[in-house]
């Protein structure tokens, strides 16, 4: 790529076969989810025993690694080659946390808190839950020494880093004011509400009750209180995964668009991994469009068609050659969005994707997006039969 | 309104990636063509709206951000949880935001509180915000704002998004919320509301789009356009695009066309030209099959080009007039 020289290019090969956890981020619509599959499937035709966690994968990509649906459990893709093993699923948020308030809940407890209204809202829909759990997934997925490299897709927004943020919110939320005027009906047994409370906090409870009713707040309170109790556990799991995450054998892949867009974004992920010192491998650039015929400029290219359409003359030249003179220009135009990108964020390194006319629908497919990543290099020779 | 007469919430979504926030601020400017006043929001804290007007992040004030063909006016809000909570306690409790319940409120961390830990409560006081800008009236009865565009959360969230009364209830039966939830409920699922869909002429846009669909219909969410981003003209004759698309494109012409164009025509050149063709024609026979799947929806279809650049305002009015002629307004 003119101009880009300096921009070193990220070696898939090595980091799937270097790291024991790769982390795919991005903004949604660029092709993460299937970028995932593919490192996953190129690192299991490495060698290697690989699982990856996809969060929401479209019913077709399931399909394309033959499986007709993700569920929670992993569950083996059939059809490789090469000395690996690829599992996949797909994450199940409730399901993770629901096991999560049994494991750490105080005997007994556990029912209480699943049945809890506000435990059921937080648990299917609470922002930062998918993320959070996406996480606990990982760790869990880690601990069973069944994989030698586990491939994690996150949700397609910002706050895909927010598990990043995740001990650190539980303490704040902990700690908080209104968690402990939660905490102090049900510590005084649920029968006096905030008897012994200050003037200003008598005038914020009734606007409270007067807000959301009483036994709302009720079934609030006994939620805090449940969920005080497991918070502990929860702290130390949420500090283990992100140690973890900084851990050596941990690498993050920011995926992108060349549109501006998703190269702002990926700047904005590629900043925040770089503050929190968390390991980043580097940038796939998804979509790439490139020509062939790069040597013919958009303008001379336009400019022939021009000329021809004067003359009324080869119809099929004429718009062969407007074909060229989009595809130059918007090739041009991405390029140049990369290297903006480049120079803001030098030592970045870089591998581009080039543009497919439709979506993936088979493991040949993925392996093919997987080959690309690699900078074309095909990952394992198809076994000869004997 | 032509083609949506009597809907005053225009409602965006799309899976993301599809340009949602650009078609709403088009539609808004479209609506506002010849005069209207029409509001278009945003719920998402991301300030779309105000990159795409270039324009200053946008306060919690409904800010005129356009003037439209014809003497309209768009205004925009980036509809905050948090002062919308802080609205709602002043319309209906007549606590100011400035006293001392109010502050009280947010000295507590209360309204960070509610607004987080039940994600419910928090669209309930977004999609509200919403409702009170369509309802809102003037001295005269008239309403404030002839139309109001919301650039909604993307398909994946949307039915559960506006289906709020659904994500209350499991919190509470009775109540204040449940009343409020319930009065947002009835102008969604009122005539007054349509939801619309952008989407690519791509595989997993045209999915997703089907599947909002599904979905909005079974919790009696109106349905309104499918709004199709970023068309190309194919540029080859449908003869040469079948030719194309099976590799058999008249390479001998094609080269005979070049050099009567003054080009050098190598075998190289022509076969990259072919394979570009090739590229073309099966990405539009792509598009052809998204644009089945989407006419069997049978809703009311509009086309926007794709724009050669990055979309800034020259390009937005562009696309809204583009939607004022295929008669959306």
Redesign the interface.
């Known amino acids: 790529m003119t101009g880009m020289t300096k921009t070193p290019v990220l070696d898939i090969d090595r980091t799937l076969l270097g790291s024991r956890i790769l982390v795919c981020c991005g ?4 092709g993460k989810t299937t970028t995932a599959a593919a490192l996953a499937l190129r690192g299991a035709e490495l060698g290697r025993r690989t699982v990856v966690l996809t969060i ?1 994968p ?3 990509l399931a399909q394309s690694m033959g499986l007709t649906e993700l569920d929670n459990t992993p569950r083996p893709v059939e059809g490789l080659t090469g000395g690996g093993a690829l599992d996949a699923m797909m994450l199940d948020m409730k399901r993770t946390f629901d096991q999560l308030v049994v494991d750490h809940a105080e005997p007994g407890k556990a029912d209480a808190i699943l049945a809890n ?2 435990y ?3 648990s299917s ?3 930062g839950t998918q993320e959070y759990m996406a996480m606990e997934k990982l760790s869990q997925l880690v601990s069973t020494g069944a994989y030698d490299l586990v491939v994690v897709d996150t949700p ?1 927004t910002r706050s895909a880093l927010d598990f990043l943020d995740a001990p650190q919110r539980l303490t704040t939320f902990l700690d ?4 402990r ?1 939660l905490l102090a009906p049900a510590k005084a047994g649920g029968k006096v509400y905030l008897r012994a409370v200050t003037a ?2 008598n ?2 409870t009734n ?2 009750t ?4 009483a ?2 707040l009720v ?2 309170s006994q939620f805090v209180a449940s969920l005080e109790t497991m918070f502990g556990g929860f702290r130390e799991r949420a500090q283990a995964t992100y140690d973890l995450l900084k851990a050596p054998g941990t690498a993050f892949v920011v995926v992108a ?1 060349p ?2 867009d ?1 190269l702002r974004e990926a700047a904005y992920f590629v900043e925040r991994l770089a503050a929190e010192r968390m390991p980043l491998a580097g940038l796939v650039v998804n979509r790439v469009h490139r ?3 790069a040597s ?1 400029t958009a303008e ?1 290219s336009l400019a ?2 021009e ?2 359409d004067e ?1 009324a ?12 003179a ?2 130059v ?1 918007l090739a041009t ?1 991405e390029a140049r969005l990369q290297e903006r990108f480049s120079r803001a964020h030098p030592g970045v390194p870089v591998v581009e994707v080039a543009a497919q ?3 993936v629908h088979d493991l040949a497919g993925l392996r093919s997006v997987g080959d690309d990543l690699a900078g074309g290099r095909q990952a394992a020779v198809p076994a000869v039969p004997a | 309104m032509a083609d949506f007469p009597g809907v005053r919430l225009h409602v965006v979504s799309g899976k993301g990636g599809t340009g949602k926030t650009t078609v709403a601020a088009a539609l808004a400017l479209a609506l506002a063509g010849g005069g209207g006043r029409v509001l278009l929001l945003e719920v998402e804290g991301r300030q779309g709206i105000a990159q795409l007007f270039d324009v200053p992040p946008l306060p919690y004030l409904e800010k005129s951000v356009a003037v439209a063909p014809g003497g309209g006016e768009v205004y925009a809000l980036a509809v905050d949880p948090e002062e919308a909570l802080l609205d709602y306690l002043h319309m209906f409790y007549k606590l100011s935001p400035s006293g001392i319940p109010a502050r009280t409120l947010r000295r507590m961390g209360a309204i960070d509180f509610a607004t987080t830990i039940a994600p419910g409560m928090r669209d309930v006081l977004l999609t509200g915000k919403v409702k009170e800008s369509v309802i809102r009236k003037r001295r005269d009865g008239r309403p404030v704002y002839d139309a109001v565009v919301l650039d909604a959360p993307p398909t994946g969230r949307i039915a559960r998004f506006l289906n709020i009364s659904q994500e209350v209830s499991g919190l509470t039966k009775v109540g204040p919320i449940k009343n409020q939830s319930e009065g947002v409920m009835a102008v969604l699922r009122s005539p007054q509301t349509a939801v619309h869909l952008v989407t690519l002429l791509e595989e997993m846009p045209v999915q997703e789009t089907l599947d909002a669909v599904d979905e909005l219909r079974s919790v009696h969410l109106p349905v309104g356009a499918v709004f199709v981003n970023a068309v190309r003209t194919p540029l080859l004759a449908p003869a040469d695009l079948k030719a194309a698309e099976s590799g058999a494109l008249d390479t001998t012409a094609l080269a005979a066309g070049l050099e009567k164009a003054g080009l050098d025509a190598p075998e190289s050149l022509v076969a990259a030209l072919a394979g570009e063709a090739a590229d073309h024609a099966s990405r539009v026979s792509l598009e052809e099959r998204g644009r089945d799947a989407l006419a069997g929806l049978a809703r009311p279809t509009y086309e926007l080009p794709l724009l050669p650049d990055a979309v800034d305002l020259g390009g937005l009015y562009a696309l809204a007039q583009s939607l004022q002629e295929q008669g959306i307004a």
């Not at chain 1, 908080?176 to 968690?179: E, K, S, W, Y």
């Not at chain 1, 007067?210 to 009713?213: E, P």
Request: charged share 25%; no cysteine.
């Open positions: 903004s949604g619509g660029v929401d479209a019913r077709r209204p506000f059921q809202a937080l829909s609470f922002a397609p908080g004011r209104m968690v005027i200003g906090l005038v914020f606007v409270l007067r807000i959301i009713g036994d709302v079934d609030l668009a549109e501006r998703a020509s062939a015929a013919l001379r022939a068609a000329a021809l003359r003359d080869s119809p099929l030249a004429s718009a062969v050659l407007r074909l060229h989009d595809r220009a135009r006319p439709g979506d």
